[in-house]
């Protein structure tokens, strides 16, 4: 389920002192409800702690106020906030505290991980350093001694009655800056199954949180979601390997191991509310690992970044999720192996032309550049094999496992080496003269290597001569001032110079990004191997030659068909003319047969179907398949569809939504002067053989409301845009077939068609002598005859597409829904068109 808004409600921020668990008494139909703190006094009380247990064993969780001094976790606020300063995450002339966001666009706070992607994010300097910032202050020491808090030590002992509770290394310190994204819904024993369920979570606001600040909310009463939860996975899990048994990145897990990523969806479903609270500095809440819970999204009105940590307990002396005692620090081998390429890139080269013979000498330096060549290759190759057959964690071990191979035998190699005869020159000749004919396999004596040692001597003593009477400033100096050594200084500068901006590094880096800019899919570019050599050739093209390339035309395309089809509903009062369902049915499922035979990719969008025609038309299509979509109603089932019907054999849906076309989108709602509920459909299809996605959106606009068409235009364009902004995953398409209710003279079909729109309609793509077919989509069921009696003239289904550059129109047309039997299979016609789209 694609991401949600989650709106904070207002609520009385009063907080009583002393009061166990009780749920607010609010509306039914309100998702949440609050919950309370324990009174603080009894902390001092033991008794209360065998209580305070068993709560959190029942509620699943304990909200205990004042555990900690505010004092501690406001002095790691403040660090904090200093340490993030140099990212411009702070309001200037603000106190590091206070936490202000700078008014910076919040994409650049994101966390690692895809959204930082879908927001184009992966090479943006400040982002990245926010990144680089955030990732350091989870070993910064004032985050380090903020988890090793005594009081909260303490207070876990006492409570659980562990004599010395662990605390997991891999903890979590979260910065939430207004309107960012928000944690979905999931519960922590997926994360730490590889251990039994003996872990306490501790959540701890680090600063002041109000109700519309946001905060932890936790789903009332649901360790039984948890339990189940993991009940069912254990089912499922006998054809996992291990290391997928105790991942929650499985392919038994839904989106990382979340349950959902519409959290008032979710709790409606479970029919249970969420709880919320605000929190002081001090606050502590712990609570148990099935414990279902998300975040709410920070709305403060001043504008200040939420800041927290949860870090988890364990009794040593029982089994536990061994994996969170590792703290994982990237840095650490990119510096060793940076300090390791650096040295090696200087020192192997010099040493080759050392040892080498002078008519070799060259050479052999250029087998050094061709070995790296091949090394790479061998990288890349290696990476797409384990990407094919390796999964779980071995797919990035094994890789990176396999660089210290030519590292061991590198190793072990140079205690044979010799030292080169140059430099041993400089202190024992004689062993030098000794190490030289063993190099050329030729006796001591023999005049090549008397004379090659010689030379060696005299260079060497020359350069003494001129080091003794010259300081380090005199030698560079003549580097650019004699005019021998000036030509040969400029040729090595010209020479590294141009070899940099041939752009054989860059070729070789972004070659992902080029494949997929030239047609290649995200799949295929991402995983097949470059091969550096091919990218170099590339690049060495000789001067003079300009290269142009159309990357619109040479990028490889695919055809993809769409179709939008308002089928009219199954109804027991018939229009004139109109027959049953039952005798439209199979005349019209075929007709969707026939225009989608032969084609690979065709996607057919939808109207005014009920439920049991949505099962009929996916029973008389067969197998290959699948449709997505939900009643506009209540219930999933609810009310009229608008489904996408889809060839599964060839697509994959990876994610799919129902929207209400009204002020309250994410649930089920009518919109302004509407006269029913009206929905769209939204799926994001990936192309099984290619990797090329599309957005196709299906969606039915009401037939009273002028407002309604209007504002569900505006809606409909946003949600288009909001699913088309993939960054470098952004779809090859985004296309939109319905029933408008809405002529080419109507408001809505203006909005949807306006400049800045981004949508066009696919009819005005091709010319209208290629037009096949008729121009009016709605018939009702009348007959016709010479004087038209019974049509009801009007064009009101369209297909769209935005940003229409991305595809090439080859056709489109209105078909017909009556033949010669007289029976009209539908009061519309269907509407086709045939696209190219890129791959």
Request: overall charge neutral; proline content about 6%.
């Amino acid at each position: 389920m694609a991401p949600s808004r989650l709106e904070s409600p207002p609520a009385d921020t009063t907080t009583p002192s002393v009061q166990k668990f009780k749920a607010s008494k609010v509306p039914s139909e309100d998702p949440y409800g609050h919950y309370y703190p324990t009174d603080p006094n009894t902390l001092s009380l033991e008794s209360n702690f065998g209580l305070m247990e068993f709560n959190i064993i029942g509620d699943g969780y304990l909200f205990i106020k004042g555990c900690i001094r505010k004092e501690t976790p406001l002095a790691c606020r403040r660090d904090y906030f200093t340490h993030m300063a140099p990212s411009g995450l702070l309001k200037k002339g603000t106190e590091p505290v206070e936490g202000i966001l700078s008014g910076a666009d919040t994409r650049k706070y994101l966390p690692p991980g895809n959204l930082r992607r879908l927001f184009g994010l992966k090479d943006d300097p400040d982002s990245d350093k926010y990144v680089e910032l955030m990732i350091s202050a989870h070993e910064a020491d004032f985050y380090v001694e903020f988890c090793k808090n005594k009081e909260l030590r303490d207070y876990v002992s006492r409570f659980m009655g562990w004599k010395n509770p662990q605390m997991l290394q891999r903890t979590m310190l979260r910065a939430f800056v207004p309107n960012s994204e928000l944690t979905p819904v999931h519960f922590d024993q997926m994360y730490l199954r590889a251990g039994p369920p003996t872990s306490l979570t501790a959540w701890i606001p680090i600063g002041n949180v109000s109700i519309e600040g946001g905060g932890l909310m936790y789903l009332e009463g649901s360790t039984d979601i948890g339990k189940k939860t993991e009940d069912d996975f254990a089912k499922k899990a006998h054809n996992l390997t291990d290391e997928e048994r105790v991942s929650a990145f499985n392919k038994n897990m839904n989106d990382g191991g979340f349950l959902s990523r519409d959290t008032v969806a979710y709790g409606k479903e479970a029919r249970r509310k969420w709880l919320i609270a605000e929190y002081e500095a001090g606050d502590v809440i712990f609570y148990n690992p099935y414990m279902v819970h998300a975040s709410c999204k920070n709305r403060d009105p001043e504008n200040k970044i939420r800041l927290a940590t949860d870090v988890r307990f364990v009794d040593p002396e029982k089994p536990y999720d061994k994996r969170w005692m590792k703290v994982y620090r990237p840095l650490d081998g990119l510096f060793i192996t940076g300090i390791a390429v650096g040295i090696a890139s200087t020192v192997n080269p010099l040493y080759v032309s050392e040892n080498a013979p002078r008519g070799i000498r060259g050479l052999l330096t250029g087998c050094y550049q061709l070995s790296i060549v091949t090394g790479l290759t061998l990288a890349f190759w290696i990476n797409y094999g384990c990407l094919l057959h390796v999964r779980g964690h071995a797919q990035y071990i094994i890789p990176l496992a396999l660089q210290a191979l030519p590292a061991v035998i590198l190793f072990f190699g140079m205690m044979f080496a010799n030292e080169s005869p140059r430099f041993l020159a400089q202190s024992d000749p004689t062993k030098a003269l000794a190490v030289l004919a063993k190099l050329r396999g030729l006796p001591e004596d023999h005049p090549y290597v008397r004379d090659e040692m010689e030379n060696i001597s005299l260079q060497l003593e020359e350069e003494r001569s001129l080091a003794a009477n010259s300081s380090g400033f005199t030698l560079v100096k003549e580097a650019f001032t004699v005019k021998s050594y000036r030509r040969r200084t400029f040729l090595c500068i010209t020479l590294m110079m141009w070899s940099n901006l041939t752009g054989t590094n860059s070729l070789t880096y972004y070659s992902s990004s080029i494949f997929k800019s030239i047609g290649l899919s995200s799949s295929s570019a991402d995983n097949k191997p470059q091969n550096p050599s091919i990218m170099t050739k590339v690049a060495d093209i000789p001067e003079g030659v300009s290269l142009r390339m159309d990357i619109s035309s040479t990028r490889e395309r695919m055809p993809l068909r769409i179709v939008t089809f308002n089928v009219r509903y199954a109804t027991t009062h018939f229009e004139p003319h109109e027959k049953p369902w039952d005798i439209r049915c199979p005349k019209l499922v075929n007709q969707l047969s026939f225009i989608t035979a032969g084609h690979e990719s065709p996607f057919i969008c939808l109207q005014e179907c009920l439920y049991p025609q949505v099962k009929d038309i996916q029973s008389r299509l067969g197998d290959g398949w699948s449709h997505i979509g939900r009643g506009r109603g209540q219930g999933e089932h609810d009310g009229e569809f608008s489904p996408i019907f889809y060839r599964s054999d060839n697509w994959s849906c990876e994610r799919s939504e129902t929207r209400w076309l009204s002020k309250t989108p994410f649930e089920p709602s009518r919109g302004w002067d509407a006269v029913l509920n009206r929905i769209v459909t939204m799926g994001e299809f990936l192309h099984r053989g290619t990797g090329t996605r599309v957005i196709v959106m299906a969606t039915h606009f009401d037939h009273i409301g002028v407002k309604a068409r209007e504002n569900s235009a505006k809606l409909l364009i946003k949600f288009a845009r909001e699913w088309g902004s993939g960054g470098a995953d952004s779809p090859s398409a985004v296309l939109v077939g319905g029933d408008f209710n809405s002529s080419p003279n109507d408001g809505g079909y203006k909005i949807m068609t306006a400049p800045d729109s981004g949508m066009s309609d696919i009819s005005t793509l091709i010319p209208k002598s290629a037009h096949y077919g008729n121009q009016i989509t709605y018939t009702s069921f009348g007959k016709y005859n010479s004087s038209g009696e019974g049509w009801e003239e009007a064009r009101i289904d369209f297909l769209f597409i935005q940003e229409p550059r991305t595809a090439h129109v080859k056709t489109f047309g209105v078909l017909a829904n009556f033949f010669d039997d007289d029976i009209r299979v539908s009061d519309h016609r269907p509407v086709v068109s045939d696209l190219d789209i890129l791959v």
